[in-house]
C-alpha cells in the first residue's frame, strides 16, 4: 500500500539546534517533494520544493534533502527559534491523470524551547 | 509568495442547512485549485481537485452530491457542503497552483465548519 510517513511524536529542542525531521514514504514516484509549516488553525504554508533529480536545497536556515533510492526526505532548521515552533508537513508532489496532486503526511509537531 | 484567499474563516450552521465557502487567488490565475479537508491532528485529506470551467475530479470516498464544487473563473472557486450534518465538521482547506506552474500550490487561511 501507499504510505507517507513522518514521526507521529512531537521534537522538542533547545533553542540554537538543529532540527530533524523525516519522510519516509512508500510505493510513490512523485516528480517532487514539498515541505510546509502548518500553524494551528491555519492553512499550510509553503516551504521547499525538491526536485526527484535534486538531492539537496537550500533556503536561509532550512535545507531539505531527497534520497529517491531510499524514498526518504529529511528537513533540517538550523540555529532553531521558538518561532520554528509549529507543525511540518512533507508533501508528494504526484503525477496522476496528466494532472499533479499533493499528498500529505500527517505532519510533525516541533517545539522550540527557549 | 502568491496569496489565496478563503472566506468564511469560520462557520456554525444547523443541521441539514448548506454552506458555501469561498476560495479565491489573488494575485495570480489558479488553473486548479484543490480543496481539503483535515480532522483535528490528522493530516490534510484531499478532497477534490478542480480545473477553471470543467467538473471537478472528486476523490474515492467522497460525495460529489454532498460536496459541490464550482471553479467558475481562474480566481474563484466554491466549496458547498450541501444539507451539512455534524459528521462533516472539520477543517476545509483551498489550495491552487498557478499558471507559472513550478508546482508549489499556495493554501487558503481554511474554513473551520461546526454542524450543530
Known amino acids: 500500500s501507499q504510505k507517507i510517513e513522518q514521526n507521529s511524536e512531537a521534537l522538542n529542542i533547545q533553542e540554537g539546534k538543529t532540527a530533524t525531521l523525516t519522510c519516509n514514504y512508500t510505493?510513490?514516484?512523485?516528480?517532487?517533494l514539498q515541505w510546509y509549516r502548518q500553524d494551528p488553525g491555519r492553512g499550510p504554508v509553503f516551504l521547499l520544493l525538491?526536485?526527484?533529480?535534486?538531492k539537496e536545497k537550500r533556503k536561509e536556515r532550512l535545507k531539505v534533502t531527497f534520497d529517491t533510492t531510499l524514498k526518504q526526505s529529511l528537513f533540517h532548521i538550523t540555529a532553531s527559534q521558538p518561532a520554528d515552533s509549529a507543525t511540518y508537513l512533507c508533501?508528494?508532489?504526484?503525477?496522476?491523470?496528466?494532472?499533479?496532486?499533493?499528498?500529505f503526511g500527517s505532519g510533525t509537531r516541533l517545539l522550540v524551547r527557549p | 509568495g502568491a496569496v489565496v484567499s478563503q472566506h468564511p474563516s469560520r462557520v456554525i450552521c444547523k443541521s441539514g442547512t448548506s454552506v458555501k465557502i469561498e476560495c479565491r487567488s489573488l494575485d495570480f490565475q489558479a488553473t486548479t485549485m484543490f480543496w481539503y479537508r483535515q480532522f483535528p491532528k490528522k493530516s490534510l485529506m484531499l478532497m477534490a481537485t478542480s480545473n477553471e470551467g470543467s467538473k471537478a475530479t472528486y476523490e474515492q470516498g467522497v460525495e460529489k452530491d454532498k460536496f459541490l464544487i464550482n471553479h467558475a473563473s481562474l480566481t474563484l472557486s466554491t466549496l458547498t457542503v450541501t444539507s451539512a450534518h455534524p459528521e462533516d465538521s472539520s477543517f476545509y482547506i483551498c489550495?491552487?497552483?498557478?499558471?507559472?506552474?513550478?508546482?508549489?500550490?499556495?493554501f487558503g487561511a481554511g474554513t473551520r465548519l461546526s454542524v450543530l
Open positions: 510505493n510513490y514516484s512523485p516528480a517532487y
Open positions: 508533501a508528494l508532489d504526484i503525477l496522476m491523470d496528466s494532472s499533479y496532486k499533493l499528498i
Open positions: 525538491i526536485r526527484e533529480n535534486e
Open positions: 489550495s491552487a497552483r498557478g499558471l507559472a506552474g513550478l508546482n508549489i500550490q499556495y
